[in-house]
C-alpha cells in the first residue's frame, strides 16, 4: 500500500495528525515537485566566484595571503556565489593568521570563469604590494598580475605566488 492511499487518521499512517494544507500537497504531487524543481533551478542560476584576501599585522604588514576558489561548476559540491567565496577567503585568511591578523580584507573578488594569478612585489622604499591578474589563460593571468605590479611601483622581488582557475557564471558546460 502506498502512503498516499492510507487514511490520514489510521494511527501508523504516514499522514496520522496531518492537517489539510499538507493533505493538499500529496494530492497534487505534481505541484510539489515542480516548486522543488523552481528552487533547483533557481539556485543554478547563482553566481560563482573567487577572492583572495590578504591580513595585516597591528602595524600594518601584510601577514597572509591566501583565495578560494570555485572548483566545481554550477551545481557541484564546491560551487560558492561571489559573496561566499569572500566569506570562505576570509574565514580562512583568519584561521591561518590567528591572533598576527589585526585587519583583513578582499584583495580581489570575480563571478568571471576564468585563470587568476596572485602576484607579490617590492617598491623602491622596500614595501610590499599584493596584486591580481586574471585571463582567459594561465599565461594571459600571469601576465596581467605582473603589469598590476608595474603600475604599483612593485618592481623588485616580482614573483607569482598563487596560481588558480574559477568556475564562474558564465561557465557554459557545454565547452
Same mark, same amino acid.
Not at 564546491?78 to 570562505?88: I, L, M, Q, V
Given at each position: 500500500m502506498n502512503p498516499e492511499s492510507r487514511d490520514?487518521?489510521? =494511527? $501508523? *499512517?504516514?499522514?496520522?495528525?496531518?492537517g489539510l494544507a499538507e493533505n493538499r500537497w500529496v494530492q497534487r504531487p505534481a505541484a510539489s515537485w515542480f516548486l522543488v524543481f523552481l528552487i533547483n533551478f533557481s539556485a543554478s542560476w547563482a553566481l560563482a566566484g573567487d577572492a583572495v584576501?590578504?591580513?595585516?599585522?597591528?602595524?600594518?604588514?601584510?601577514?597572509?595571503?591566501t583565495y578560494y576558489a570555485s572548483s566545481k561548476p554550477k551545481g557541484g559540491?564546491?560551487?560558492?556565489?561571489?559573496?561566499?567565496?569572500?566569506?570562505?577567503?576570509?574565514?580562512?585568511?583568519?584561521? =591561518? $593568521? *590567528?591572533?598576527?591578523t589585526a585587519r583583513a580584507e578582499i584583495l580581489s573578488?570575480?563571478?568571471?570563469?576564468g585563470y587568476v594569478a596572485v602576484a607579490r612585489g617590492t617598491?623602491?622604499?622596500?614595501?610590499?604590494?599584493?596584486?591580481?591578474?586574471?585571463?582567459?589563460?594561465?599565461?594571459?593571468?600571469?601576465e596581467s598580475a605582473m603589469a598590476e605590479l608595474k603600475k604599483a611601483g612593485a618592481?623588485?622581488?616580482?614573483?607569482?605566488?598563487?596560481?588558480?582557475?574559477?568556475?564562474g557564471a558564465d561557465w557554459d558546460a557545454t565547452r
Amino acid at each position: 500500500m502506498n502512503p498516499e492511499s492510507r487514511d490520514p487518521g489510521v =494511527r $501508523g *499512517g504516514r499522514r496520522s495528525g496531518v492537517g489539510l494544507a499538507e493533505n493538499r500537497w500529496v494530492q497534487r504531487p505534481a505541484a510539489s515537485w515542480f516548486l522543488v524543481f523552481l528552487i533547483n533551478f533557481s539556485a543554478s542560476w547563482a553566481l560563482a566566484g573567487d577572492a583572495v584576501a590578504v591580513g595585516y599585522s597591528a602595524g600594518g604588514v601584510w601577514t597572509s595571503v591566501t583565495y578560494y576558489a570555485s572548483s566545481k561548476p554550477k551545481g557541484g559540491k564546491d560551487y560558492k556565489t561571489e559573496s561566499e567565496a569572500r566569506d570562505e577567503a576570509l574565514r580562512d585568511l583568519k584561521k =591561518r $593568521g *590567528g591572533d598576527q591578523t589585526a585587519r583583513a580584507e578582499i584583495l580581489s573578488s570575480s563571478d568571471v570563469t576564468g585563470y587568476v594569478a596572485v602576484a607579490r612585489g617590492t617598491d623602491k622604499s622596500g614595501k610590499d604590494a599584493n596584486v591580481v591578474g586574471r585571463g582567459k589563460s594561465q599565461h594571459e593571468a600571469d601576465e596581467s598580475a605582473m603589469a598590476e605590479l608595474k603600475k604599483a611601483g612593485a618592481t623588485k622581488h616580482e614573483k607569482i605566488v598563487y596560481h588558480y582557475f574559477s568556475y564562474g557564471a558564465d561557465w557554459d558546460a557545454t565547452r
